[in-house]
C-alpha cells in the first residue's frame, strides 16, 4: 500500500499565512536597512513563496525564495523552504544543500529534521531518512512524534523492509492509538503476512477513525477474500465501486471480478 511521507509544517512565523503588506521592506527612501528590517523582510518572502508552492506556482516560489535568501541566508527555516521548492524545481543538489543548511543552522528543529528526511527518503536515502525520522521522534520539542514514526515506517517499507515498518507504526500507535495512517499499514502488512484477523482488527479500527478510502475498502476486499468471506468481500466492493468509481482500486477490483468468472 502505498503512502505519502509527511511534510511537517515550519514555524508558525513562516507558515501561519500571508500577511497583508510586507514588514518594513526596504523602500528608495531608505539609505540604510536595519538587520532586524531584513529577517523580517525574509520571513514574510517565504510566506509568500510557500504559498505560492502550496498553489504549484513554482516559478513564483523560486523567485520569492532567492529574495528571502538574499534577505536573511541565516534562517534556518527559510533555507528549509528552499529546500522544498528546489525539490519540486527538480533541482536535488540545490535542494539538499539547502536542508543541510538548515540542520546545521538548527540542528534541534524537528520539523526541519522530518522534512530533510522526507527527501532522503524520497532520494533513495532510506537509511539515513529513517535515521533522522528517529532523531526527529525523540526531539522533546516535536509535539507529534507520531507522524516521524509513521514517516519511518513509510520509509522503511518503501525500501522493502515490512519488518522495520512494523516496529516504527506499531510505535506511533503507541503514541497516539488514533493514528489513522498506522492503523491502514499495519492492516496491509498483516495481511501481507498472512495474519488475517490481526489485519481485520487494524482495519476496523482505522475506518471507525476516518471516512473510508479506495485504499482502506480495497483492502477489505482482499482480506475477506482471503478469509473466505465472499459476502463481506461483496459489501466492501459495492462500496468501492459505489464512492470510488474512477479510482485505480476499482479498476483491479473489475479486473479481478472478470479474471474469477
Request: hydrophobic content about 40%; aromatic content about 6%; charged content about 20%.
Amino acid at each position: 500500500m502505498k503512502s505519502a511521507l509527511i511534510v511537517a509544517v515550519l514555524g508558525a512565523g513562516l507558515l501561519a499565512g500571508c500577511v497583508a503588506s510586507a514588514p518594513n521592506e526596504p523602500t528608495q527612501a531608505a539609505n540604510k536597512v536595519s538587520n532586524r528590517d531584513l529577517e523580517q523582510a525574509a520571513i514574510y518572502n517565504t510566506q509568500l513563496a510557500v504559498d505560492a508552492l502550496r498553489k504549484n506556482n513554482l516559478q513564483e516560489a523560486k523567485d520569492k525564495i532567492t529574495r528571502a535568501l538574499d534577505q536573511d541566508s541565516r534562517n534556518a527555516e527559510v533555507q528549509a523552504a528552499a529546500g522544498l521548492i528546489y525539490e519540486r524545481l527538480g533541482e536535488d543538489r540545490t535542494a539538499d544543500s539547502h536542508f543541510s543548511r538548515a540542520l546545521s543552522l538548527a540542528p534541534q528543529n524537528p520539523s526541519i529534521q522530518n522534512n530533510y528526511a522526507v527527501y532522503l527518503c524520497r532520494k533513495g536515502n532510506p537509511e539515513r531518512g529513517q535515521k533522522m525520522f528517529l532523531e526527529a521522534a525523540a526531539n522533546p520539542l516535536y509535539r507529534t512524534p507520531e507522524a516521524a514514526y509513521v514517516n519511518a515506517g513509510t520509509c522503511a517499507r518503501g525500501a522493502g523492509n515490512g519488518a522495520q515498518a512494523e516496529q516504527h507504526f506499531r510505535k506511533a500507535l503507541a503514541l497516539n492509538p488514533r493514528n489513522a495512517e498506522a492503523l491502514i499499514q499495519l492492516a496491509d502488512l498483516e495481511l501481507e503476512a498472512g495474519n488475517h484477523l490481526p489485519a481485520r482488527a487494524f482495519l476496523e479500527r482505522y475506518l471507525a477513525l476516518t471516512p473510508a478510502t479506495a485504499q482502506s475498502l480495497w483492502l477489505g476486499v482482499r482480506l475477506e477474500r482471503a478469509m473466505g468471506n465472499s459476502q463481506a468481500a461483496a459489501t466492501y466492493g459495492d462500496r468501492l465501486k459505489s464512492q470510488f468509481p474512477t479510482s485505480i482500486e476499482t479498476r483491479q477490483l473489475l479486473d479481478s471480478e472478470r479474471t474469477s468468472r
